[in-house]
Structures are given as C-alpha cells and as structure tokens.
C-alpha cells in the first residue's frame, strides 16, 4: 500500500508545518535541515513513512499546485469543523482525527516538546500562523468603525456660533454653479474668473461688510472674518483676492484714513468700482516695514506728495491686484518734509485708469506663474515722482497741516508706527481662519477617503479600511485635534480683537502674529500629511489636495513671515516678564519665588514626575501646569541669558542674534498654552452630548504637544522615561478611539460637497 497523508494518520501530524514551509513556493535550506533532522530523529516513524516525508520536502521536486491545495483543503477542513487549536502540533492531530479518533490527549502530549522545538527552529509563531490559516479572520482592526457617538448638526452649531446665518448663505453661494472651480491652466482665464466671483460677492454685499453702515457696509468686521474664512473651502485664489480688495485696500481707508476718505472711497471699494491694492512689500526689505526705502515728499507749492522708489529693490513687490485690475493702491513710503523723514505713513496712489492703462510715473510687471494662487494678479511697481493731492495722505494719525508742518497726536515716532500697523492686525487674523479651513478641507477629504480605502488585511480575511491602521490614524487624528484647538483659539483670537482696548493692542498684536505663524505651519503640515495619506489619489489635481497644499504655501510668509513673526510673539513675552519685575517691590519678589519653589516641590517631586495613573495623564490640571511651567521656565530663562550675554560686553544685536532659536521656543510655549485654555473653557461650557468626544480630542492634543517637547520636559526633570512612555502609550490608544468618531467630527465642518474631492463625494472602485 502506497504511504499518503490520508491513509496514515501518524504522518498528518506533520502536514501543517510542510505545508507552511511551501507556502511561499520556497523551502530554504534552513527549513530542509530543521525538517530533515526532526524527521531522521522521530523514533516512532517506520523508514518507509520517513522517506515519504523526506519526499514531500525535497528541494528538487516541490509538491504542485494541486498538491498544495489538497493539503490546504485537509487543513481548512480541520479548522472548519473544531475550536482554534493552541499550536501547528494540535492542528496536525485534528487532521490525523478527522474521520475517526485515532489519537488521545494523552497521545498529543507525547509529540508536544519535540514539535514545539522544531517550530522554534522554523521560526514559527503558532497563533499568528493559525490565524494567517483561517479562511475568515475575525479581528479587531477590521470591527473598527465609524459611529456616530454625538449629533453632527449640535458639533455644527458649537464651532459656527451665532455667525451661523451668515456662514450658511456663504456656503450656498460657493456651493451655486456660478462657482464651479475653474480648471483652465491659461492664468489670464483664471484671473478673470476668479474677479467674476469677487464681483458676484460685492454685489451681494459681502465686499463691504466691515465698512461703516453709512458708508454701504454693515459695520460688521466679525461678519467679515467669517466670509473670509467660509470661502477658504472653495477656491483660495478668490479668498485672496477678496481679502486684498476688501481688506487690506478697503481696510486701510478705513482704519488709516479720516471721514473724507471714507466719502470718497469706501462705497467704491466695496462694490468693487475700484479695484485696488495695499503696497507695503519692498524686494529688498520685507518683512521690515521700519526699513521701506519708498518716499512720499511733500511738495509745499502744490500742497502734494511726490512719491518716488529710489532704486531697482526699494519697488514695490508682490501686490495683489497690481498685475492687471487695481486702480489705485495703499502705498507706505516715508514721508520727507524739507530733507527730515518723518517715517512711515501711508497714500493712496492712483495706479490704472478705467480702461486699465498703466498711468505716467508708474511701471508695473507681473510676477508671473506662481507656485500657487495663481488667480490673483500679483505684481511689481515702481513710482518715478508720482504727484498725489494732499488728500491722499491717509491721516488719523498724522497730518501735514497748511504750514507743510509734520503733526501727530502720538508724540512718540515708535509708538504712532506701531498704532498705525495695530489697526492692520485684522490681516493676521484672516489668514489664520483661512489657513484653517484649508486644513479642514483637507482632514475631511483625507479621513473619508481613508474610512472608505480598504487595502490588506490578514490572510484568509477581507481588505481593512486604511484609517483602521495605528500608523494612518496616528498620521491624521492629532491634526484632527489641532484643527478643533485652532478653531476655539482663533474665536478666542477674534472676540479680542473686537474687544480691544488701547492697553491690551500691543498682546492682541502678538496673538495675532502668534496665531497667523502657528495656524499656516499647521496647515501646511496637515495638507502634507493628508496627501501622503491619500497615496496615489492624493496626487490627482481633481482631488484638491494639490491646489490646497500649493495654494496655502504662502500663508506662511505673506501678512510676515512665520519666523519673523514669532520673533515678535517672543519679545512681547519677554516685555510682559520685565514688566511684572519692574512693577515688583520686595513682597511679590518673594511670592513669585515661593510660587516657583512651590512648583519645583509639588510637579517634580519623584511621584509627580514618574505618575503614570491614565487619569492623572488625561487632567486637565496636570495640562495646565505642564504647559504654564515650560512658558514660565522659557521665558525666564531667555530673560537670563539674555542679561549674562550683554553683561558679558556682547552688543544687543547680537545678543538678540543668538537668542532666536529660544524665542521661538518662547512663542510656541505661549501659544500652546492659550490654544490648550481655550480648548479647557469650551469643553466647560459645551454641551453635555458633546463632552465625551471633545474631551477626547482635548487629551490629544494635549498629550500630543508634551510629547512634541519631551525632550525639554526630561532634561527639566519635569517628568522621567516611564511617564512620558505612559504619554506615548496614551497618544496611541485616543488615536485608535477618536477614529470611530473621525468622520462624524470632519462631517461637523459641514464643508460643502463641490468643495471635497471625488475620492469621498463618489464610491471609488478602490473603496
């Protein structure tokens, strides 16, 4: 009788552990020894069924395909009909057992050791195999998903507020076929159609919302931040754009100018009869306004200004609106008044006629293709002796009266050029809100298309969503918490700025910069990550990522560069430090002592810094006084150094040079721990159904920023290994419970349907 699988039970045993080592349609000859000696070695095998096992792996003549798939059928069946055996050994009996008991427990024991240790030699892990060898795979990465734990439209109303209506009726504009994005790459069709939707928009009346009431506008400028951010879920171009017609050229009438320039303009500006721009940008002086180079000389005969760029890099650069449809713009030069510079002040310069011919002592080039933003006509200019009348001066805070005689109500030269760029924060608030809802955008297209993507999945088993994977959620869900942090610290942001007061402008101005820096490397992060996360998808231009990712990239140089930017966050901090020491007498010196030797004893005592307990993790208190000690420590620490490096004879500047890297750990200390007590006060005041899944988002963000600056933490000695592992741990775990909450949580955005993406507004083939 011919020795098989079949007819000698004995030999089954083995079956499963020949069959693995083929499965990959290779037997190394690691494997051939393991397999070779374990059989040469069994004392219970007769010669004849050791040389038909010795046959079975034989490098030179492989089993078939039908071979192998009769052995898979033998083990399926084996599966099939019995509890999950606990190793490869177990299996191979239940095959020897399928049609009648040939073997006992008993039996089974005997051949456990010596086939444990031939497993061990092949490297097999039995439960991992087991499973890879059932044909249905029940696991808890695939049960993952969506469920809607809380009321989207009840998220909704939360983060729109009472600015609902409003938001609403932008979000039917965009969402109207007038709006359909246009594709065309030819950037003059674009530009065009990108002034189309900006009119379609001041003819509704959002152009002039901010403005005064009397003068067509309604009075609104929280109304206007809203627009602003609502249209950055359509087209970016058209968000720009709007936002230097009716901002930056509208706004700087408004808030630098005086009642007869508001007569003159406003109404104008704000149905768009007067396209116009806001040149501050200098090629070789940027960011520092102090330091423009354009001049503006009063000439006392016509009671005019001469406005004039010195030479080739002291143009005007990178104006919207210049290229091809502003008329006039907002310049800022120096006024100069009998050879003296009285500084920066701003004037408005007639730039086009209405048939948009370039006018004499006025040269325009175009900046071309850009890397984004190609809807707005961005540009270069240059005066050579422009004469304006006397009116053009924008002057609320400085006149030249009819003596030719520099006046101002803010004697201090630093103070007026800080006031008059203070009114102008407005800039640094956009942004941010529009860089936002960039980064939305993008979370919504990434993480729906990530619950609907399925691909791999355990053998035997079906394909798993792509947002079911540690490693995608752990990409997406902390910039999912970022997007809600960002969302409650820019209201926050916003209700201060509307109601400022004359004392709070100069920390306004530096949440402000904060926020605008903080905000846009967000986003320019989060879109990276979505599109990664996206693969192949993610690459197509119909899908948005690229127009998103592109498009917001300037976001962190325009209105200043981040960098710059958070320079100045820093300095105010360090300004409020000195401050409260120069107001200090010998009582609160010794309170803010004690206070700090009271944090020394209570947050890094050994306990304290090696706590681990998940509720102390996810304590708000803990939070706070983590996130309040590094701003504390940062901020104390520059003022230090500081000090030893001028004392040591280092000049200021250069004193100032070596502490930037420190003063962006300043900034980003700060604006972590505004955005963290913002996210604490609106978890307190939210509604009950929404503090579960809030407070979840909350602890991620919060957990993510410690682990973000752990390393500062641990050389503090603020916390030890175990805990921030613990931190690490806990990341992880909210990651995995936020997913089953992701869609609904981007669905709250309630983002407009055209402005998504094919791959999640219609059933990929893929999906």
């Not at 959002?206 to 506008?217: I, L, N, T």
């Amino acid at each position: 009788m011919n020795i098989t699988f079949l007819n000698d039970p004995k030999l089954s045993i083995l079956l499963p552990v020949i069959y693995l080592a083929w499965q990959d349609d290779i037997l190394t000859k690691d494997e051939f020894k393991a397999l070779n000696n374990f059989i040469n070695n069994q004392d219970s095998f007769t010669k004849a069924e050791k040389e038909f096992l010795k046959s079975k792996i034989d490098l030179n003549t492989p089993p078939g395909r039908s071979e192998l798939f009769h052995w898979k059928d033998l083990i399926n069946r084996a599966l099939k009909n019995n509890k999950k055996p606990g190793s490869l050994t177990q299996l191979g009996f239940l095959i020897a057992n399928a049609d009648r008991q040939v073997y006992t427990k008993e039996d089974i024991q005997k051949f456990e050791s010596s086939f444990a240790q031939l497993e061990s030699d092949l490297g097999i892990m039995s439960q991992e195999v087991i499973s890879g060898l059932c044909e249905t795979r029940d696991t808890i990465t695939n049960k993952h998903e969506t469920v809607e734990s809380f009321s989207t439209q009840k998220m909704t109303a939360l983060l729109d507020g009472n600015q609902a209506p409003i938001i609403n009726r932008i979000k039917e504009i965009i969402n109207s076929p007038e709006f359909a994005f246009e594709t065309s790459t030819d950037i003059t069709v674009y530009r065009e159609k990108v002034l189309e939707w900006c009119k379609i928009l001041a003819k509704e009346g959002f152009g002039s919302y901010a403005y005064p009431k009397e003068h067509g506008g309604s009075g609104d400028i929280e109304g206007y931040f809203t627009i602003m951010e609502t249209l950055s879920y359509h087209d970016l171009s058209l968000v720009i754009k709007f936002g230097v017609q009716f901002g930056l050229w509208g706004m700087s009438v408004m808030f630098l100018g005086t009642e007869k320039h508001f007569k003159k303009y406003l109404d104008d500006i704000g149905n768009l009869e007067i396209p116009g721009g806001f040149a501050m940008t200098e090629t070789h002086h940027g960011s520092n306004v102090k330091g423009i180079q354009t001049t503006a000389t009063y000439n006392h005969k016509n009671r005019s200004f001469i406005i004039t760029t010195p030479t080739e890099y002291d143009r005007k650069e990178y104006i919207g609106n210049a290229a091809v449809h502003g008329e006039m713009v907002t310049v800022f030069a120096k006024l100069i008044i009998d050879g003296h510079d009285y500084g920066v002040n701003a004037f408005i310069v007639p730039i086009r006629d209405k048939e948009r011919n370039v006018l004499n002592g006025v040269r325009i080039k175009d900046c071309g293709h850009k890397m984004g933003l190609n809807g707005v006509d961005n540009g270069i200019i240059y005066f050579y002796n422009v004469e304006v009348p006397y009116d053009n001066m924008l002057d609320r805070f400085a006149q030249v009266n009819e003596k030719g005689e520099f006046v101002t109500s803010i004697p201090s030269d630093n103070r007026r050029f800080f006031t008059m760029l203070g009114t102008l924060v407005g800039g640094r608030i956009g942004i941010p809100r529009s860089a936002l809802a960039a980064a939305k955008t993008g979370l919504a297209i990434a993480i729906k298309y990530g619950d609907n993507r399925r691909q791999f999945g355990p053998d035997g088993g079906f394909e798993v969503p792509i947002l079911n994977y540690r490693m995608h959620q752990q990409r997406l869900m902390p910039y999912l918490a970022n997007a809600y942090a960002m969302h409650f610290g820019l209201q926050y942001l916003t209700q201060r700025f509307l109601k400022r007061t004359e004392d709070d402008m100069q920390e306004i101005e530096a949440l402000a910069a904060g926020m605008k820096s903080y905000s846009s490397w967000n986003t320019r992060d989060t879109l990276q990550e979505c599109r990664e996360a996206c693969g192949g998808k993610g690459y197509l231009s119909e899908n948005r990522l690229d127009d998103l990712k592109n498009d917001t990239e300037i976001y962190t140089t325009f209105e200043g560069d981040n960098t710059v930017l958070m320079q100045l966050v820093a300095k105010n901090r360090l300004g409020e430090f000195r401050k409260q020491f120069g107001e200090m007498n010998i009582a609160t010196i010794f309170s803010y002592v004690l206070d700090q030797a009271k944090t020394a004893v209570t947050e890094k005592n050994p306990f304290a810094t090696r706590n681990t307990d998940e509720k102390h993790l996810k304590d708000p208190e803990f939070h706070l006084h983590a996130f309040r000690y590094r701003e504390k420590e940062l901020v104390g620490s520059a003022a230090r150094r500081f000090k030893k490096l001028v004392d040591d004879g280092l000049d200021t500047f250069d004193a100032a040079n070596i502490m930037h890297p420190h003063m962006l750990q300043i900034a980003y200390a700060y604006l972590d721990r505004v955005f963290l007590e913002q996210f604490q006060e609106q978890l307190e005041k939210a509604d009950e159904s929404l503090k579960e899944v809030l407070t979840r988002l909350y602890n991620l963000f919060a957990v993510n920023k410690l682990l973000e600056n752990k390393s500062w933490y641990l050389e503090q000695s603020y916390m030890e290994g175990s805990k921030t592992k613990a931190l690490r741990k806990l990341f992880s775990q909210l990651c995995w419970e936020i997913r089953r909450d992701a869609v609904p949580l981007v669905d709250a955005f309630n983002i407009p349907e055209n402005c998504l993406a094919p791959i999640v507004t219609t059933k990929s083939k893929e999906a």
